[in-house]
């Protein structure tokens, strides 16, 4: 049938559970990772970044999870919350180059 | 600190009328990136740049398409003329070099 858009991966959790967001990258030369939540109506906003010389780092009720040898990131969400739906992209840099995004991740909560 | 600002907001413009879309980017900043959403492509880079020097427009769909860093504090993008086919929302971003991007709250346009 005719595509009518991006069908996003979606992920549905109950509010008070932990979500975790997966995304593929592309290119093993990466060396910078980035997560973006976007919410309806709103610009993608940075909630946090990782480089390649570590595999894990933490921000608040989040954790990003980088394995460079299956070219994975992942995106952990403790005690989701309502005001935690939104779209999630990860993004990738390598060097003097701008960022390739991923197609992104619906994370819708339920109360 | 502000973050980066978009004007307009919103713009319902006739198919062959000209349309400009603004962006002042984050003070400090010294690149800038405009970006196109829509549902059916999703989040498309259009054209960069580094010091007010455009560095890479090989995003931009057609010559109907052209932008302009006059200075460090504000950036352009036109379309001229527009088609239906441009509805979407317009981003801009900016960042100390070419790593986090902050956005802007975008730009959604529609040409009837």
């Known amino acids: 049938g005719e595509s009518v858009g991006l069908h996003l991966p979606t992920l549905s959790v109950q509010e008070g559970d932990n979500s975790i967001i997966n995304c593929a990258y592309s290119n093993s030369a990466s060396d910078y990772f980035i997560w973006y939540k976007q919410e309806s109506g709103k610009g993608p906003q940075f909630i946090i970044d990782i480089r390649s010389n570590m595999d894990k780092r933490q921000g608040q009720r989040v954790t990003v999870l980088l394995n460079k040898t299956v070219k994975h990131l992942s995106l952990q969400i403790a005690a989701t919350q309502p005001g935690d739906s939104a779209v999630y992209f990860c993004a990738e840099n390598r060097g003097y180059s701008t960022l390739t995004f991923g197609k992104g991740t619906m994370l819708l909560v339920s109360p | 600190d502000a973050g980066v600002i978009q004007s307009p907001r919103h713009e319902v413009t006739e198919m062959g009328q000209e349309v400009t879309l603004r962006c002042k980017p984050i003070s400090g900043h010294n690149s800038l990136f405009w970006y196109r959403q829509t549902m059916m492509r999703g989040l498309e880079l259009l054209i960069y740049?580094?010091?007010?020097?455009?560095?890479?427009d090989s995003g931009m769909p057609e010559d109907r398409f052209s932008a302009k860093m006059p200075n460090a504090s504000f950036s352009t993008l036109k379309i001229q003329p527009s088609e239906p086919r441009d509805s979407a929302v317009y981003f801009c971003?900016?960042?100390?070099?070419?790593?986090?991007?902050?956005f802007g709250p975008g730009t959604r346009l529609l040409v009837l």
């Open positions: 971003a900016s960042s100390f070099g070419y790593e986090t991007q902050y």
């Open positions: 740049f580094n010091n007010n020097v455009p560095i890479d």
